[in-house]
């Protein structure tokens, strides 16, 4: 595999953030994806997410196993630290990392291949375990790296390049995030970057389990007429929830209007958040109505984006597990191995 890097030279004028970075440091290795590729979109939107936030890039670790999708980590970020697994085996070394060290950003970056055939299992139990992470999966419905099959995303009905109709019931992500007790759960598109920034933002910022599903089309095998994944179709049948931003935690700030209206806001920075609240009553902290919504937009033919479910009072694995205060890598040997002692008490305990 071939890596390109990006000039290092920057302007010296490029507006920096909190932490005195730029955009540009938030960047990785020059893409190698199709031009046009949904998944570069999604990248630019983490790089942004991540410059906004003002993340120690140092303290991020991203994570992804095998196909298109888990090529992108290598774009964003470049000085954070970075593994790419096996294929579908992403979710149990991300949660393995997060055991030894709780202390890291966890960005998982994962495909419909990845995510949904091989390594459903992996995140079944990643997503059911409460593993403080993102998981973004990059959604094109299709098999890129291997000419264009089907892949278990892909809608039933939908048509392939070549015409071919797909017969097979689609695997709906998102639900499954919804059953398996994720606190977080969102879906975009990677063609709406105003809408996807600041979920990517929420869903760094969330304790516990958050996912979120972007579809990207793809522009080689996925983008033509009768393709659910094409950037035509998720336009034309896009039912964005909510819209939402993320402001760093600062005195309170109270609005009230009517549904279906919007209002401008001013923020503590001086900036102006325009606010739509939608007509029909959603309750983004209710998984049973987030269920039930997205079923019934689905049997409709509609896209359902924004963020769908969101638990504010959250845990994670560590809390369920009631581990230390301090990372498992920084432990000494004395708090690791405290002796036959402490052994023989724990098993007479369980006797």
């Given at each position: 595999?071939?890596?390109?890097?990006?000039?290092?030279?920057?302007?010296?004028?490029?507006?920096?953030?909190?932490?005195?970075?730029?955009?540009?440091?938030?960047?990785?290795?020059?893409?190698?994806?199709?031009?046009?590729?949904?998944?570069?979109?999604?990248?630019?939107?983490?790089?942004?997410?991540?410059?906004?936030?003002?993340?120690?890039?140092?303290?991020?670790?991203?994570?992804?196993?095998?196909?298109?999708?888990?090529?992108?980590?290598?774009?964003?970020?470049?000085?954070?630290?970075?593994?790419?697994?096996?294929?579908?085996?992403?979710?149990?070394?991300?949660?393995?990392?997060?055991?030894?060290?709780?202390?890291?950003?966890?960005?998982?970056?994962?495909?419909?291949?990845?995510?949904?055939?091989?390594?459903?299992?992996?995140?079944?139990?990643?997503?059911?375990?409460?593993?403080?992470?993102?998981?973004?999966?990059?959604?094109?419905?299709?098999?890129?790296?291997?000419?264009?099959?089907?892949?278990?995303?892909?809608?039933?009905?939908?048509?392939?390049?070549?015409?071919?109709?797909?017969?097979?019931?689609?695997?709906?992500?998102?639900?499954?995030?919804?059953?398996?007790?994720?606190?977080?759960?969102?879906?975009?598109?990677?063609?709406?970057?105003?809408?996807?920034?600041?979920?990517?933002?929420?869903?760094?910022?969330?304790?516990?389990?958050?996912?979120?599903?972007?579809?990207?089309?793809?522009?080689?095998?996925?983008?033509?007429?009768?393709?659910?994944?094409?950037?035509d179709f998720v336009r034309e049948h896009n039912e964005?929830v909510n819209r939402l931003d993320v402001i760093p935690?600062?005195?309170?700030?109270?609005?009230?209007?009517?549904?279906?209206?919007?209002?401008?806001?001013?923020?503590?920075?001086?900036?102006?958040?325009?606010?739509?609240?939608?007509?029909?009553?959603?309750?983004?902290?209710?998984?049973?109505?987030?269920?039930?919504?997205?079923?019934?937009?689905?049997a409709r033919g509609q896209v359902v984006t924004g963020?769908?479910?969101?638990?504010?009072?959250?845990?994670?694995?560590?809390?369920?597990?009631?581990?230390?205060?301090?990372?498992?890598?920084?432990?000494?040997?004395?708090?690791?191995?405290?002796?036959?002692?402490?052994?023989?008490?724990?098993?007479?305990?369980?006797?």
């Amino acid at each position: 595999m071939t890596y390109i890097l990006k000039p290092q030279l920057h302007h010296p004028n490029l507006p920096t953030n909190a932490r005195g970075f730029t955009r540009r440091d938030y960047e990785g290795s020059v893409s190698t994806l199709c031009a046009g590729c949904g998944h570069d979109s999604i990248s630019a939107a983490i790089i942004q997410a991540a410059f906004e936030l003002d993340l120690p890039p140092h303290r991020v670790a991203k994570l992804s196993g095998i196909g298109c999708s888990s090529k992108t980590p290598d774009y964003f970020m470049g000085a954070s630290h970075g593994f790419n697994t096996v294929h579908g085996r992403m979710p149990s070394v991300l949660t393995g990392a997060n055991l030894a060290n709780k202390d890291l950003i966890y960005l998982g970056v994962s495909g419909d291949g990845d995510s949904a055939s091989i390594g459903l299992g992996q995140f079944a139990h990643a997503i059911r375990r409460g593993v403080n992470m993102l998981y973004i999966v990059e959604n094109n419905g299709v098999y890129g790296l291997t000419k264009g099959q089907f892949s278990a995303t892909s809608d039933k009905g939908s048509k392939s390049k070549k015409g071919v109709v797909n017969h097979d019931a689609g695997i709906d992500l998102v639900g499954m995030a919804l059953q398996l007790g994720a606190t977080f759960v969102g879906r975009s598109f990677s063609g709406d970057k105003e809408q996807l920034v600041p979920l990517i933002k929420a869903g760094l910022s969330h304790k516990g389990a958050a996912f979120i599903d972007v579809i990207s089309p793809c522009v080689q095998f996925n983008n033509h007429v009768g393709s659910t994944k094409s950037f035509d179709f998720v336009r034309e049948h896009n039912e964005a929830v909510n819209r939402l931003d993320v402001i760093p935690a600062r005195s309170p700030i109270a609005v009230s209007h009517a549904p279906g209206t919007t209002v401008k806001v001013a923020q503590h920075d001086g900036s102006i958040l325009s606010l739509h609240k939608i007509a029909e009553l959603y309750n983004p902290n209710n998984r049973a109505q987030a269920l039930g919504y997205l079923q019934a937009r689905q049997a409709r033919g509609q896209v359902v984006t924004g963020l769908l479910y969101v638990d504010p009072e959250a845990g994670d694995l560590h809390d369920a597990l009631e581990t230390v205060d301090t990372p498992f890598n920084e432990l000494a040997d004395a708090a690791l191995v405290p002796g036959a002692k402490a052994l023989d008490a724990i098993n007479a305990g369980l006797r």
